[in-house]
């Protein structure tokens, strides 16, 4: 044995790697994912996505800026961002409109409190193919803490898991690791929605509830991270059967991740 | 020399992984380069060192992301690890033929993912996941590494860094 051993020595040092590896994935599913290293590994790609954004986005604009005026850009911007609050605020309002119809009777309108937000740029997606995040180029300087919910006005983005002084990185709704409080906009059926990488699913939904396609899934606020009735997902598929309690329930979010540009930190 | 070139490898992967390939990106499939740089690497040199660097790899992946820690590592060791010994038998590294084995490698990998994230988290769109994801992510990054052979194949750089490491290693 010895003798193999060390025969064999490169080879089963891989092989106690792969090994120690497995086991350490197998550690963090019993007890949550290590945070081992984090803001180091971030901070040094952090400082490089920016050179790397910033080189793109400038050869981008140079381009941009002979075809266009300046300050139609710069105007142009500006009234994207405030179509963008506009948007946002428009669909809070629309969540608040069905909850004052459904409460009509008691006369006790709400008022929502304006949305206090950072408006942050994406600098960065989607690193692992295990996993679903983004960077963005706000961070605790700005005011941004751990566990903030990251929106844009189409609806939920996700929540914001690391904070470095100039950036954050945020969890995606689709991430494994991510779950969060909703419940049906048509009926106020509550569930907890999980990230499933390519989409959402929705986990124990009573096989009774009444789910269907196309219902759209809004944050119930329970969760104490997002604010309450901001659009997340769609319903696109439900699954009964009859030898289990549970429904299964996929959804897809309404955010198309793929095409985001900037994103809102709303600040607690 | 090595030393150096791996120290810039680990520092700039990450950044371009996810901020340069990003005007790349169809429906959000964008290609691994990631992955295609470990190919070569693995081509290149012996298997611990492919391995380790794979491993390595995935571990900064997976530190510089949301996932398990050591998920990635350990698929990206494995692509290290079998692109190394199968570059002892290609025997032209610039042919286009590899860009059809890290396609193969890549759709292995993300298989090899969403079995283990099946195993962990249970209940995962296994269907959409492979045919949505990372089948197209496995032809684009095939597609890159065609790409980027017909690029530098001209220039002699491949055979310029080939393979001190593999003849120590064997």
């Not at chain 1, 409109?97 to 994406?122: G, H, I, K, Y």
């Not at chain 1, 983005?157 to 690791?177: E, F, I, M, N």
């Not at chain 2, 794979?54 to 350990?74: E, V």
């Not at chain 2, 045919?131 to 491949?158: E, M, S, W």
Request: charged share 20%; proline share 4%; with cysteine.
């Amino acid at each position: 044995m010895p003798g193999l051993i060390a025969k064999h020595k490169k080879g089963f040092f891989i092989l106690f790697l792969f090994i120690l590896l497995f086991w350490l994935v197998t550690v963090q599913v019993k007890n949550g994912r290590f945070s081992f290293m984090e803001k180091p590994v971030l901070a040094v790609a952090g400082f490089f996505e920016r050179i790397v954004t910033g080189t793109v986005n400038s050869v981008a604009s140079i381009g941009n800026r002979y075809v266009f005026l300046m300050r139609t850009v710069r105007e142009n911007e500006r009234l994207k961002e405030e179509v963008d609050r506009l948007r946002l605020e428009n669909a809070v309002m629309n969540e608040l409109l069905t909850e004052n119809e459904r409460l009509r009777d008691t006369l006790n309108f709400r008022r929502l409190n304006p949305l206090s937000s950072v408006v942050a740029q994406v600098i960065g997606k989607e690193m692992s193919p295990t996993s679903s995040t983004i960077t963005i180029n706000k961070g605790s300087s700005n005011g941004i803490e751990k566990d903030m919910a990251v929106i844009t006005p189409s609806g939920v983005v996700g929540r914001v898991q690391t904070v470095l002084p100039a950036l954050s990185k945020v969890l995606l709704l689709t991430d494994p690791g991510s779950t969060l409080a909703v419940r049906v906009q048509r009926n106020r059926e509550e569930g907890l929605l999980e990230g499933k990488l390519v989409n959402c699913a929705l986990k124990y939904v009573s096989y009774y509830a009444d789910m269907q396609q196309g219902d759209l899934l809004v944050t119930s606020g329970l969760d104490g991270i997002y604010p309450k009735g901001l659009p997340v997902a769609t319903i696109v598929r439900v699954t009964k059967r009859e030898a289990s309690a549970f429904q299964t329930v996929v959804a897809e979010p309404v955010v198309r991740f793929a095409r985001l540009e900037e994103v809102l930190v709303y600040k607690k | 020399m090595k030393f150096g070139f791996y120290v810039i490898f680990f520092l700039l992967i990450i950044p371009f992984q996810a901020s340069l390939l990003n005007p790349l990106s169809i429906a959000g499939i964008k290609p691994d380069l990631a992955l295609t740089l470990l190919y070569f690497i693995g081509l290149l040199t012996g298997p611990l060192e492919a391995a380790l660097v794979g491993m390595s790899m995935g571990l900064l992946l997976d530190i510089g992301s949301a996932s398990l820690i050591g998920l990635t590592g350990f698929t990206r060791g494995l692509v290290g690890l079998s692109a190394s010994l199968l570059g002892r038998k290609v025997l032209d590294i610039t042919s286009p033929s590899n860009g059809i084995f890290l396609a193969v490698f890549s759709l292995a990998e993300g298989i090899c993912i969403t079995l283990f994230l099946q195993l962990f988290y249970g209940d995962l769109p296994i269907f959409s996941l492979v045919v949505g994801r990372f089948l197209p992510q496995a032809l684009y990054t095939g597609l890159l590494c065609v790409v980027l052979l017909r690029f530098i194949a001209g220039k002699n750089v491949l055979s310029a860094l080939k393979r001190p490491a593999m003849q120590e290693e064997l």
